[in-house]
């Protein structure tokens, strides 16, 4: 039985982060194409993703491409257009979320199903692998035993998300951003309305709560459940993080390398989907990088806590709190060290998130830059270490392909060959006068011909088959160096396989016979594809037309459970009378629903 894969997926803003997620250990990763991506802010050039291609390829790395937008009728064939050229410059797959792309005319280029298709439950995941869809990128919330059950039904490639920035509502269902300002969250615009404060209201005016985050929540950290994810049947661990800086990418792509390797190396039946080894300059830290505080976003399995209501900004890393205060300077009780430079942040009494830059640190007193408004035994937070920042912007990783060379003779001179981790091997002959050398040279070839430095390749084991000891000039063993890597990587090029698949048409039914606007149905190609599916009735997107009464958010997060006011995990009732509201501090008003059958919270207009 072949080993499965188990695929490092890294996000790329940009060329530079994609390259560097390659550098510090993905298997691939995902990038924004020129348009019609879901971060719109996070586009790139048909050069640069080309660019990206070529390098991830030589380490056996894959590129997925986002164009996971629900489009308008007249962007469909701009989108074909793309396609094509992202097929013929290489790219390993599509990310899509409009199903109206499987009735153009693609090329065998696979398709990857986007979280944005609300990807939940056995029956839908099979409905996409029967469309042809290669891979479904399944919901945040799912637990490791759903997402077992979906493996069990369903033999597709599944990715998970393990790390990241979460949506409060399941993603591809959320509309609260267009419906306040005309920015679709399915068109790559979302305004981010859950990071905003609010006012908790009754149903008789009483604020409940004042000028809280109260959508916001915790980062995705699962990097302990890794191995629990692999047994439910994940391939492929993505890290969210397309709008993330390169020193994001590096660290978190590093650590969640480490740890995989940990574990691939300990499961006999699992392998890592690409070439390469990678060596850090530095010990990756994921509390170093941008976040929130961190939750393994179990929302079904309480008392996980999963809100920040304090704060949507990055509160970083727990360093201790604050002992005694001075006139200059205050003293922390805590087991990290501060750096001069440090970022430093903390919840004042007004439960408000502030901050400050340190001055000078001497020995556990800190000197800030101007002196905050602080009390004793206030926790601090560091959300900037400037020594570790520093790491990030040097070169911080090399990624080097295993080689074996050997140097044997022939009656003409000397043959050099090369066979990497893949199995991938050249053979370069030389012309020669064979010299006997006065001392012996074993070393000094090996030394010459081992010396890759800048390549992707390093030599793991050297074998000398000579009949003498023969001089070689140092200058000659440098071109057969030169030669060799050449015609290996050339080889390495022309040996990559990319994965075709071609979408057939298809009629299996969909799951459902009615689809709502919850179908996100834009453009006239995705209703075809629903109608020929077996449903009855396509109502057109929320950006298309306004449903009656619609609710604007999905949520598993629910404020009456944060509130303690769960009946059936307290065995409480809320003080207050009900419908909640949550209040903007422009004055706009939502309405709060609980629908508890299903461990869900919705968020309406009034």
């Known amino acids: 039985m072949k080993d499965r894969e188990i695929e490092l997926l890294a996000p790329a803003k940009n060329l530079e982060c994609g390259i560097e997620a390659i550098n510090h250990g993905a298997d691939a990763v995902y990038i924004g194409a020129p348009r019609f991506g879901a971060r719109a802010s996070a586009t790139n050039s048909l050069e640069d993703i080309a660019s990206l291609i070529e390098y991830a390829h030589l380490f056996r790395a894959k590129v997925y491409v986002a164009l996971n937008t629900i489009l308008d009728k007249q962007e469909l064939r701009e989108a074909e257009t793309m396609i094509r050229d992202l097929y013929r410059i290489g790219a390993d797959a599509l990310i899509i979320q409009d199903m109206g792309i499987l009735q153009l005319d693609l090329p065998p280029i696979p398709i990857h199903a986007s979280t944005q298709t609300d990807n939940r439950t056995p029956e839908k995941v099979k409905f996409l692998k029967d469309c042809g869809i290669q891979r479904v990128v399944l919901a945040r919330e799912l637990t490791p035993e759903q997402i077992r059950e979906i493996h069990k039904h369903c033999d597709i490639p599944l990715e998970v998300f393990v790390h990241g920035a979460l949506c409060v509502s399941y993603s591809g269902q959320c509309y609260i951003s267009q419906a306040c300002y005309g920015r679709s969250a399915n068109r790559g615009e979302c305004a981010q309305f859950c990071r905003l404060p609010f006012n908790l209201v009754d149903a008789e005016g009483t604020t409940i709560v004042r000028n809280k985050h109260l959508l916001s929540l915790k980062d995705m950290n699962r990097i302990e459940m890794l191995e629990e994810l692999i047994e439910a049947g994940v391939?492929?661990?993505?890290?969210?993080?397309?709008?993330?800086?390169?020193?994001?990418?590096?660290?978190?792509?590093?650590?969640?390398?480490?740890?995989?390797?940990?574990?691939?190396?300990?499961?006999?039946?699992?392998?890592?989907?690409?070439?390469?080894?990678?060596?850090?300059?530095?010990?990756?830290?994921?509390?170093?990088?941008?976040?929130?505080?961190?939750?393994?976003?179990?929302?079904?399995?309480?008392?996980?806590?999963?809100?920040?209501?304090?704060?949507?900004?990055?509160?970083?890393?727990?360093?201790?709190?604050?002992?005694?205060?001075?006139?200059?300077?205050?003293?922390?009780?805590?087991?990290?060290?501060?750096?001069?430079?440090?970022?430093?942040?903390?919840?004042?009494?007004?439960?408000?998130?502030?901050?400050?830059?340190?001055?000078?640190?001497?020995?556990?007193?800190?000197?800030?830059?101007?002196?905050?408004?602080?009390?004793?035994?206030?926790?601090?937070?560091?959300?900037?270490?400037?020594?570790?920042?520093?790491?990030?912007?040097?070169?911080?990783?090399?990624?080097?392909?295993?080689?074996?060379?050997?140097?044997?003779?022939?009656?003409?001179?000397?043959?050099?060959?090369?066979?990497?981790?893949?199995?991938?091997?050249?053979?370069?002959?030389?012309?020669?006068?064979?010299?006997?050398?006065?001392?012996?040279?074993?070393?000094?070839?090996?030394?010459?011909?081992?010396?890759?430095?800048?390549?992707?390749?390093?030599?793991?084991?050297?074998?000398?088959?000579?009949?003498?000891?023969?001089?070689?000039?140092?200058?000659?063993l440098s071109e057969y160096r030169r030669q060799a890597v050449d015609k290996l990587l050339q080889n390495r090029k022309i040996n990559y396989r990319q994965q075709l698949h071609k979408i057939q048409e298809s009629s299996h039914p969909y799951p459902e016979k009615k689809l709502t606007y919850l179908g996100n149905v834009r453009n006239p190609e995705a209703k075809r594809f629903y109608l020929q599916h077996g449903v009855h009735e396509v109502s057109p997107a929320f950006e298309e037309e306004t449903p009656e009464n619609p609710v604007l958010m999905f949520c598993k997060h629910c404020i009456r459970y944060s509130m303690g006011w769960c009946n059936r995990y307290h065995q409480q009732s809320s003080p207050y009378p009900e419908p909640f509201y949550l209040v903007t501090s422009d004055n706009r008003r939502f309405r709060l629903k609980f629908d508890c059958k299903k461990c869900e919270m919705r968020v309406t207009n009034p």
């Open 235 to 476: 391939t492929s661990f993505k890290i969210e993080g397309r709008l993330k800086d390169v020193s994001y990418v590096k660290n978190i792509t590093a650590a969640y390398r480490s740890r995989l390797d940990e574990i691939l190396q300990r499961r006999p039946g699992y392998r890592r989907a690409s070439s390469g080894v990678s060596q850090y300059t530095f010990t990756p830290q994921p509390d170093k990088s941008f976040s929130r505080g961190f939750t393994p976003y179990l929302p079904d399995q309480k008392p996980h806590d999963i809100t920040s209501f304090n704060t949507p900004k990055s509160l970083g890393e727990e360093m201790g709190s604050v002992k005694e205060i001075r006139r200059n300077h205050f003293t922390v009780a805590g087991i990290k060290s501060f750096h001069n430079g440090d970022g430093v942040c903390y919840i004042n009494e007004e439960g408000i998130m502030t901050g400050f830059r340190i001055n000078r640190v001497e020995d556990n007193k800190i000197y800030p830059a101007e002196m905050p408004d602080i009390r004793p035994r206030t926790k601090l937070y560091r959300n900037f270490d400037q020594e570790f920042e520093r790491q990030m912007l040097r070169k911080s990783a090399e990624r080097k392909i295993r080689v074996e060379m050997e140097l044997s003779e022939n009656p003409y001179g000397y043959a050099l060959s090369l066979k990497d981790e893949d199995d991938i091997r050249i053979s370069l002959n030389f012309p020669a006068e064979k010299e006997i050398a006065r001392t012996s040279q074993a070393e000094q070839l090996k030394k010459q011909l081992t010396k890759l430095g800048n390549t992707p390749f390093q030599v793991t084991h050297f074998t000398l088959n000579l009949s003498d000891n023969y001089f070689i000039p140092a200058s000659l």
